[in-house]
């Protein structure tokens, strides 16, 4: 997606203003976004390549992630970034929201992140953005993340690390 009007907010979540997606690098601004965690039914994390002309974190796995324009809700939006980055519509549940700063490249992005998971055994189709879907455990991703952070985008490793524990009750 082209850039787009972002809400700003505050320390409490509150919306205080609108400015361009891009300029969050160079203004250092709070914005929100949404992380998706999909699982199918055998209890198998989704996690997705980022292509490589992507500026932050390419050619690393990532779970479903993006920003929430300006006015949108955390639900509308991860219902969005589904359907925009793997062309599926699936019953999403808030797990989490909470504030995180992450290192992009040298670059700390301030961000109120809303955490979902998503059961599905639907097909998925990918966008330009992502290149490869691959299927993991919960054991075996955590065990990944711990040896081989650099393998994962960091908004991926801050936000299993933020609600692991809730993610074990999809596992099978």
Known sequence: ??????????????VIGQDL????????????????????????????????HKEDAPNVFDIIAGNI?????????????????????CPLQLLETFYQEANFNGSIRKIFCGLFVGVTDDEMQ??????????????????QIDLHPEDFSPGLVNDF??????LKAYCK
């Open 1 to 14: 997606m082209s850039d787009h009007l972002v809400d700003i907010v505050n320390e409490k979540d509150e």
């Open 21 to 52: 997606k891009s300029h969050k690098k160079t203004k250092w601004f709070i914005s929100r976004a949404v992380a998706i965690f999909l699982v199918r039914s055998n209890g198998k994390f989704l996690l997705y390549k980022r292509a490589a």
């Open 69 to 89: 324009l300006q006015w949108e809700s955390y639900a509308n939006a991860a219902q969005r970034e589904v359907q925009e980055e793997v062309n599926i519509v």
């Open 126 to 143: 990918l966008n330009d953005e992502l290149v490869e879907i691959k299927e993991m455990s919960f054991e075996k991703l955590e065990e």
């Open 161 to 166: 690390i933020q609600v692991k524990d809730k």
